[in-house]
């Protein structure tokens, strides 16, 4: 079955800490798509990464950093001296791409329950 | 700038009443989405819309009807909802429904039932 787990509800750090925010993923399918979103209080949801099933190389944009490990089922994200700004719910989330895609689009997304993260001053 | 919008931002309705919500997107996008944000439960994807057809309905109540006029457009009627039905309603689109396209989100409606 596909599913995606947050394990963590809330986090909250001081400004310029380190934060990594936590996603494990299941699938049936060889072939599938990670994603990473990021919701602030305003409501939208706010792309921030994709990463596909043959590409485990991890990824940096600036202060944000994904490590894709296939052997654990993880797709985790790290924030590098966090900011207030980054204060946002953070969710992680699933496409499958396979023929074991069952039912209607390819293109539906499994999110996570997503992890609150709170910067504070 | 989002290309995708919203309206209303915040509806209250009561239980008896008819009301619909729209989203419109301005990246020319094939596919357009309904999900349903609660409060502690992951978005639940609820329509998918590719090319003006439902390709998907997750199984929710007759009580909320999509409608999709033209690839710009995505509406959700609503009519007899329950006080369990309040939450925020978020319209997305993609440039196709296939698996791997990134999904640009609306701002939502945030919606109370009385």
């Known amino acids: 079955a596909q599913k995606v787990t947050q394990a963590q509800t809330e986090i909250s750090v001081v400004e310029k800490e380190d934060v990594t925010l936590d996603c494990v993923y299941e699938?049936?399918?060889?072939?599938?798509?990670l994603f990473w979103y990021k919701q602030p209080p305003s409501g939208e949801l706010v792309f921030l990464i994709r990463r596909n099933s043959f590409d485990e190389q991890n990824e940096i944009s600036g202060r944000y950093s994904w490590n894709f490990q296939k052997s654990t089922s993880s797709f985790n994200f790290t924030i590098t001296a966090s900011q207030v700004v980054d204060s946002a719910v953070y969710f992680c989330a699933l496409s499958e791409a396979g023929l074991e895609n069952y039912g209607g689009s390819q293109g539906n997304l499994i999110f996570g329950k997503g992890t609150k993260l709170s910067v504070k001053p | 700038e989002t290309g995708v919008t919203q309206t209303p931002r915040h509806l209250v309705m009561g239980m008896t009443n008819k009301k619909s919500l729209k989203c419109e997107q301005h990246?020319?996008?094939?596919?357009m989405y309904w999900y349903k944000q609660s409060a502690k439960k992951p978005l639940e994807l609820m329509f998918v819309y590719s090319l003006e057809e439902r390709v998907e309905n997750n199984s929710v109540p007759s009580r909320f009807s999509p409608e999709c006029p033209n690839s710009s457009h995505l509406f959700l009627h609503l009519h007899t909802l329950q006080p369990e039905d309040s939450a925020l309603y978020l319209c997305?689109?993609?440039?196709?429904?296939?698996?791997?396209?990134?999904?640009?989100f609306g701002p939502g409606t945030r919606l109370t039932v009385l």
């Open positions: 699938t049936r399918d060889t072939t599938y798509y």
């Open positions: 997305a689109s993609s440039p196709s429904d296939r698996s791997g396209n990134e999904q640009f």
């Open positions: 990246l020319g996008h094939n596919a």
